[in-house]
Nanobody, 125 residues
């Protein structure tokens, strides 16, 4: 089992920045890929960014490319999501997720075995 705890959400004005953190504990050697997802009220959960924790390769949704950066600190079992130039459309609950990844669609929600409880991000105009 892997436990994931997110932090760093909050309320900011458009154009502002936030950094989300996700700390993993438990059997972390059973996963090799971490993702950030978000879900706004009434909408489906979408992939935002992902990172291969071994190679460090990163992946992004088109909507956040150039604004968000995912990174990891393996020594701390922590993954970060730096979010800059935030827009009201970025408002959502943000979830951290972990999986063993075989190189297929990183953004597929059903591919992730472990999920955190989420942290709210609210961007006002």
């Amino acid at each position: 089992q892997v436990q994931l705890v997110e932090s760093g959400g909050g309320s900011v004005q458009a154009g502002g920045s936030l950094r989300l953190s996700c700390v993993a504990s438990g059997s972390t050697n059973s996963v090799n890929f971490m993702g950030w997802f978000r879900q706004a009220p009434g909408k489906k959960r979408d992939g935002v960014a992902g990172i291969d924790t071994g190679s460090g390769n990163t992946y992004y949704a088109d909507s956040v490319k150039g604004r968000f950066t995912i990174s990891r600190d393996n020594a701390k079992n922590t993954v970060y999501l730096q979010m800059n130039s935030l827009k009201p459309d970025d408002t959502a609950m943000y979830y951290c997720a972990a999986r063993y990844w075989y190189g297929n669609s990183w953004y597929n929600v059903n591919g992730y075995k472990y999920w955190g409880q989420g942290t709210q991000v609210t961007v006002s105009s």
